[in-house]
């Protein structure tokens, strides 16, 4: 496919093909996994996969902005969107315009995504309007994890009407796309079927409009935590350390450097 996958192009996938998506924090990572999705996150995952945070309420907007600047200068196909970080935009639309303009316009993403229910549909309108493609994100939002007591699933029971409610309300506002982390798969379904944007699956089941996961977890690189929704596609840890420990040990009984590797008197070696 020729050209930039923009955010409009994502929301006409409802009810077509599944929308790839993976998180990316680095150039390199960005060029990884650029032709095979059709957009690619900035989390603020990137918090405690890259910076050994204990969650994503340490992350800050300089570090969303460096490590989308990293991303954009990796990526040609996919659509770029940038998380807002706790504390950049839940004070009021205002505040959420000034931070979002400032990432778009630092980092050249096409689109921010920020955490939160129907209370959150006003800010999205109004960025929505003035210009700001918004990706939002409800069920299990990470930066409220002092609030909701862990990690835990979302929606089950009764709360599914809150959830649709909350995604439905978001959906109205102009999301161009809604994530669902952590609900029952029957929810996910429930929701992909009844709001007219695409949904955006982690750990929300196989009927989503698309799927997202942080890369390092499905490449083994993260050995932080396991959760039940990511599938393990490379066991790239293991690997780094092993690669690790042979080096030592080649350093150690001098099998490192070989001939191959060394520079001699003799210019031809
Ligand atoms: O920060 C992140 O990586 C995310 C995705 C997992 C949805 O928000
Ligand atoms: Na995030």
Redesign the pocket.
């Known amino acids: 496919r020729q050209g930039r996958i923009t955010p409009s192009d994502i929301r006409s996938r409802k009810g077509t093909e599944p929308v790839v998506c993976l998180?990316a924090y680095t150039t390199p990572m960005a060029q990884l996994v650029d032709q095979s999705c059709d957009l690619v996150?900035v989390?603020?995952?990137?918090g405690m996969v890259l910076h050994g945070l204990p969650s994503?309420v340490g992350v800050t907007i300089e570090m969303m902005i460096l490590h989308g600047q990293a991303v954009a200068r990796g990526l040609s196909h996919a659509c770029m969107v940038v998380?807002m970080p706790f504390g950049s935009y839940e004070e009021g639309p205002a505040q959420a315009f000034r931070n979002a303009a400032r990432i778009m316009a630092e980092t050249g993403s096409q689109a921010v995504?920020l955490e939160g229910g129907a209370h959150m549909a006003e800010t999205v309108r109004f960025l929505v309007q003035r210009g700001i493609p918004v990706m939002a994100?409800v069920g299990l939002t990470?930066q409220s994890v002092n609030t909701l007591g862990g990690y835990k699933v979302q929606g089950r029971g009764a709360d599914g009407d809150r959830v649709l409610a909350d995604a439905a309300a978001l959906a109205d506002a102009g999301a161009f796309a809604v994530?669902l982390?952590k609900l029952p798969a029957e929810l996910g379904e429930r929701i992909t079927r009844d709001i007219p944007v695409p949904t955006?699956g982690?750990g929300a089941g196989v009927d989503c409009d698309g799927q997202?996961?942080?890369v390092d977890d499905m490449l083994g690189q993260f050995a932080g935590f396991r959760p039940k929704f990511v599938k393990r596609y490379a066991e790239l840890g293991e690997t780094a350390q092993q690669a690790i420990a042979n080096y030592a040990s080649d350093v150690r009984t001098r099998r490192f450097p070989g001939p191959e590797h060394i520079f001699t008197e003799s210019k031809k070696a």
């Open positions: 998180t996150l989390g603020d995952s990137v994503t998380d995504k994100h990470p994530v982390e955006i982690i997202v996961l942080v």
